[in-house]
């Protein structure tokens, strides 16, 4: 039996907490003060103010006129903190929970991420390329993300539904992955990195430019990590080495870009392999068997081309295709230890065009289609040896929309944001989904921002076609139906001087028809179910500064109350709170960033996670030597013990984290 929720204590900061934030803004207030010689690759605060983003509404505009509160991280953010995953950015991210299983990570936003979600809820983009798989619908965010970090421009973490210029999945965000262009990165460059647990990786890329005046960019990538013994004390017996995973834990994997542009012109290509062992023996594997591992091998071809930006009415037209194959191999627990294979392939193309027109004085009017043909959907289960096969389910899909977004300026200081698609999707009726939002610039450094939209969630193919039959097996439900949500927000952007402002937003969301797995009784199963309703509401207050001497400062608290109309965990903390912190060291090249991480308790199937701490630091030599830069880094600085909840697959209750761990990484520009 599931344990019941708690009733959520007073919106109110831990004194550990408020410790760590109240002294990091003393170190910010003396950084400051000091004017040290600015650091020029950083991006200063004032040019993030007035940024243009293009994800909220599907073509640029200033970040504080976009229908949004958009988020916008960097590559000059990325270099300082020592990112290495997309999980990692977003851990920074306010409003934002991350939770891992040792296998993949999983996006929470605003209160909303339950156990066992596989990060449906969230579109992921790479260049405006969607990379959500088409069996799963999952958005990949760990190691698994295809695409090195050192590669990316800048990521738009747009908050709150966007079914109505994206379709399907965008129900509480978008995540939008804006890669280099080749001119950013030409030479050859290279880099090793080295850290605990045998963690190693090597990476290189070129780029150059024709005399025709083309651009090419390649790159590519290798990693491994042999991991740690994890003791699990669920299987704490001799009979299974006392509770201890030895050696499971490794991860290793490569990754290939490639792109080039000509003019208007852009073609691209992703390719990766990820392959993870699993320590926790999921799914009600044998413990401590060396022979568990998934494997995620994705590609994606991209196709761009784009008219005059400077014309009245914009062209852009996109043919892409796709390819997702996700597999695993499990021991099953009995006597002979089968060993079995259960897995995906996904292949898929599609096109999307659309038009933008600002002939109209006072309207910026967006139009366009999205096809996408899912040609291939195969999922599939048998054991290896003897050969028996218990899924082999193959079927094709298609995902068709139309969207109109009209932005009208009511005058120098209002606009009005209003769009509307229309989706139909392969077993699914049509679906609209309508946004309006009302932006007002109350005053030179004042934007007050009242946004309302929904958003759907088409059921994909393992929820309603997946069926392994026997006890503890899983059973399939084609009649499904689409998840929906409905959210409001009010948001103020309070800019002061040019180094620094305050967010505020407030927000309810209500999402219905939840699709969740639900335990069956007659036979003993798991099936997905439309369970009911899922309502979320709160409150995130960001602060952010910049100064001449090179200091930048982002911090934000956030506090939720989550309500389940079965009463099921909702894995969603009612505090979190963040701090990141950069900023030079002396006039010898060195740059320190320094991040603060607080979530509050969690409620998993069958654990309770505690709240806790982390702290992660980075320092960044940028000429350590000619074209040479050295950068050291530590994640959980004070080894701290802390959790997250598991989910219905797993015996745990709750799956450790990570303590204290040490990297280096040294880089090369020829």
Do not use: C
């Not at 995620?296 to 996109?318: H, I, M």
């Not at 309703?533 to 982002?554: D, F, K, M, W």
């Not at 060195?590 to 509050?600: C, N, P």
């Not at 530590?634 to 797993?650: G, Q």
Request: aromatic share 10%; glycine share 10%; hydrophobic share 40%.
């Amino acid at each position: 039996m599931m344990p019941a929720p708690t009733r959520p204590t007073p919106l109110r900061l831990p004194r550990h907490a408020r410790v760590l934030a109240l002294s990091m803004l003393a170190i910010a207030s003396a950084g400051a003060r000091a004017g040290d010689t600015p650091d020029l690759t950083t991006l200063p605060l004032e040019q993030l103010m007035s940024m243009e983003v293009y994800s909220a509404s599907r073509f640029m505009q200033k970040s504080r006129r976009a229908p949004s509160s958009v988020t916008v991280i960097t590559a000059a953010d990325i270099r300082q903190f020592g990112w290495s995953t997309l999980a990692d950015v977003a851990r920074s991210v306010r409003g934002m929970l991350v939770s891992y299983d040792r296998n993949y990570s999983y996006l929470g936003q605003r209160g909303i991420l339950r156990p066992g979600d596989f990060n449906t809820r969230f579109l992921l983009q790479v260049d405006g390329n969607r990379i959500n798989d088409a069996v799963y619908d999952q958005a990949p965010v760990g190691a698994e993300f295809p695409l090195d970090l050192d590669l990316v421009e800048r990521i738009e973490f747009v908050p709150g539904p966007g079914s109505s210029i994206y379709g399907s999945n965008a129900i509480i965000g978008v995540i939008n992955v804006i890669t280099r262009q080749p001119g950013a990165l030409a030479g050859t460059r290279g880099s090793l990195e080295a850290g605990q647990d045998g963690a190693r990786k090597a990476a290189a890329s070129v780029g150059w430019r024709s005399p025709q005046g083309s651009e090419y960019l390649l790159a590519a990538s290798a990693w491994r990590s042999d991991g740690r013994d994890l003791y699990f004390p669920e299987f704490d017996t001799p009979e299974q080495n006392h509770g201890v995973a030895s050696g499971l834990d490794d991860e290793r994997g490569q990754r290939f870009f490639a792109r080039a542009t000509h003019g208007a012109a852009t073609l691209s290509l992703i390719h990766a392999n990820r392959v993870k062992g699993i320590p926790t023996a999921s799914y009600g594997q044998s413990f401590n068997d060396p022979r568990p591992a998934t494997t995620d091998r994705q590609t994606y071809v991209n196709a761009a081309w784009r008219s005059d930006p400077g014309a009245l009415e914009q062209l852009k037209a996109r043919l892409f295709w796709g390819q997702y194959d996700s597999f695993g191999d499990y021991v099953a627990q009995d006597e002979a230890r089968t060993l079995s294979h259960d897995g995906s392939g996904a292949r898929w193309w599609g096109i999307d065009a659309s038009v933008l027109s600002t002939r109209l004085a006072g309207h910026t009017v967006l139009a366009g289609i999205d096809l996408q043909r899912d040609y291939r959907l195969h999922q599939y289960s048998f054991d290896v040896a003897p050969f028996y096969s218990y899924l082999d389910d193959r079927r094709s899909g298609r995902r068709a929309g139309l969207y109109l977004q009209d932005q009208v300026a009511l005058g120098a200081a209002v606009l009005l944001n209003l769009g509307l698609r229309y989706d139909r999707n392969s077993g699914s009726g049509g679906v609209w989904s309508p946004r309006a939002a009302l932006i007002w610039d109350v005053a030179a450094a004042t934007t007050v921002k009242a946004i309302y939209g929904a958003a759907f969630r088409s059921p994909n193919s393992y929820e309603k076609f997946y069926a392994f039959p026997g006890a503890d097996g899983q059973t399939g439900n084609p009649g499904l139906r689409e998840e929906r949500v409905r959210s409001a927000e009010l948001a103020l952007v309070r800019q002061f001087g040019e180094n620094a402002r305050v967010s505020v937003s407030a927000f309810r969301t209500a999402l219905s028809n939840l699709i969740a797995p639900v335990e069956q009784h007659e036979p003993a199963s798991v099936r997905f179910e439309n369970t009911g309703r899922l309502g979320a509401r709160g409150v995130e207050i960001e602060y952010e500064r910049g100064t001449l001497g090179g200091l930048s400062l982002r911090t934000s608290y956030s506090a939720f109350r989550v309500s389940d109309a079965l009463g099921q965990p909702v894995n969603a903390p009612a505090r979190l709170a963040k701090l990141n912190l950069s900023a030079p060291l002396g006039a010898d090249g060195w740059r320190a960033a320094l991040e603060g991480q607080y979530a509050g308790a969690r409620h998993g199937m069958s654990g309770t996670a505690g709240r806790y701490v982390v702290v992660n630091a980075n320092l960044v030599r940028a000429r350590l030597l000619r074209n040479v830069e050295l950068s050291l880094g530590v994640t959980n600085l004070f080894d701290r013990a802390y959790a997250d909840p598991a989910s219905i697959e797993h015996r745990q209750g709750v799956i450790a984290q990570d303590g204290r761990r040490l990297r280096a990484r040294l880089a090369y520009a020829f």
